[in-house]
């Protein structure tokens, strides 16, 4: 009989709970390979899951001591936001870590019109694989998404100019936009958005621009129940609201990277959930 190679819900769950426990790596492998497990499978899937949450003690390069925090890269002292284009407003602000809840960030129009760009294009999401640097479909991201590249499509231009101005960052610098959708049941367990300099999957696409320095989430829609923005280490759940966003920033100067930016989207109970994210590099994004 051929061994499992993917993670059914169940084990998926037992998985995490395994790990919030703590057992021991090899008695998780043990028990996956006496449920017919493939052995290879098991033990990449573990030290994936190992290398998304807590960095390993020798991780220690980028993130030595507590996390220094200077003057924040957005511009979100005051009350309002101006850009080229719209006026921003600041909802909430929280200091440490640096994260920001923003008002008016798109109309209700330019929301309709990402997600009828993105509908068509859909496709499982992936994570990038810490150990392998593999794009693959695992179960604790759960949405579908699509990127839409900037091309002479004017309205991602004009779209990505104005976050651009938002977040205080060169165009050149963001990836491109990407649009989620989650339905019933999807979500995005907690992660962070940069990339552990430790990690062997992510030489690659740190070449590519450097490391992430930070995040805006921008919602769609209005989520009828649930689906929020979750920072389990503050204690924060942003409600989505469409046309709103969520900034946060999660790299300083010297390099440190921000563990207490460590976030998910809670499952959706009732209706869906679009957003559209746009991480930003130190460097220009190629």
Same mark, same amino acid.
């Given at each position: 009989?051929?061994?499992?190679?993917?993670?059914?819900?169940?084990?998926?769950?037992?998985?995490?709970?395994?790990?919030?426990?703590?057992?021991?790596?090899?008695?998780?492998?043990?028990?996956?390979?006496?449920?017919?497990?493939?052995?290879?499978?098991?033990?990449?899937?573990?030290?994936?899951?190992?290398?998304?949450?807590?960095?390993?003690?020798?991780?220690?390069?980028?993130?030595?001591?507590?996390?220094?925090?200077?003057?924040?890269?957005?511009?979100?002292?005051?009350?309002?936001?101006?850009?080229?284009?719209?006026?921003?407003?600041?909802?909430?602000?929280?200091?440490?870590?640096?994260?920001?809840?923003?008002?008016?960030?798109?109309?209700?129009?330019?929301?309709?019109?990402?997600?009828?760009?993105?509908?068509?294009?859909?496709?499982?999401?992936?994570?990038?694989?810490? @150990? =392998? *640097? #593999?794009?693959? /479909?695992?179960?604790?991201?759960?949405? &579908? !998404?699509? %990127?839409?590249?900037?091309?002479?499509?004017?309205?991602?231009?004009?779209?990505?100019?104005?976050?651009?101005?938002?977040?205080?960052?060169?165009?050149?610098?963001?990836?491109?936009?990407?649009?989620?959708?989650?339905?019933?049941?999807?979500?995005?367990?907690?992660?962070?958005?940069?990339?552990?300099?430790?990690?062997?999957?992510?030489?690659?696409?740190?070449?590519?621009?450097?490391?992430?320095?930070?995040?805006?989430?921008?919602?769609?829609?209005?989520?009828?129940?649930?689906?929020?923005?979750?920072?389990?280490?503050?204690?924060?759940?942003?409600?989505?609201?469409?046309?709103?966003?969520?900034?946060?920033?999660?790299?300083?100067?010297?390099?440190?990277?921000?563990?207490?930016?460590?976030?998910?989207?809670?499952?959706? @109970? =009732? *209706? #869906?959930?679009? /957003?559209?994210?746009?991480?930003?590099? &130190? !460097?220009? %994004?190629?």
């Amino acid at each position: 009989m051929s061994k499992y190679t993917s993670m059914s819900p169940e084990w998926d769950r037992w998985l995490e709970a395994s790990l919030d426990k703590r057992c021991r790596t090899q008695d998780i492998v043990a028990a996956m390979l006496a449920a017919d497990y493939d052995e290879g499978y098991a033990r990449q899937v573990v030290a994936e899951r190992l290398a998304l949450r807590e960095p390993a003690a020798a991780d220690v390069a980028a993130t030595a001591g507590p996390y220094l925090y200077g003057e924040p890269r957005i511009r979100h002292r005051g009350n309002v936001i101006r850009t080229s284009d719209r006026t921003v407003r600041v909802a909430l602000r929280i200091e440490q870590p640096v994260v920001a809840v923003l008002d008016n960030v798109l109309s209700d129009e330019e929301c309709d019109a990402v997600v009828a760009m993105a509908r068509t294009e859909l496709q499982p999401s992936a994570t990038l694989s810490p @150990v =392998t *640097g #593999e794009n693959q /479909v695992r179960d604790h991201r759960t949405s &579908q !998404g699509a %990127f839409l590249r900037n091309g002479d499509d004017p309205l991602l231009q004009r779209l990505n100019r104005r976050i651009a101005e938002i977040m205080n960052q060169p165009v050149e610098h963001g990836e491109a936009l990407h649009v989620l959708h989650y339905q019933v049941g999807a979500e995005y367990k907690q992660h962070q958005d940069f990339f552990h300099p430790e990690n062997p999957g992510f030489a690659a696409t740190l070449q590519r621009g450097g490391q992430r320095v930070a995040t805006l989430i921008i919602y769609l829609n209005d989520v009828e129940e649930a689906g929020d923005t979750v920072f389990p280490k503050i204690g924060v759940s942003i409600v989505p609201k469409k046309g709103s966003a969520v900034y946060f920033e999660y790299m300083n100067d010297a390099g440190q990277l921000d563990e207490a930016c460590l976030h998910g989207g809670a499952p959706v @109970v =009732t *209706g #869906e959930k679009w /957003v559209a994210t746009k991480w930003v590099r &130190q !460097g220009v %994004f190629k």
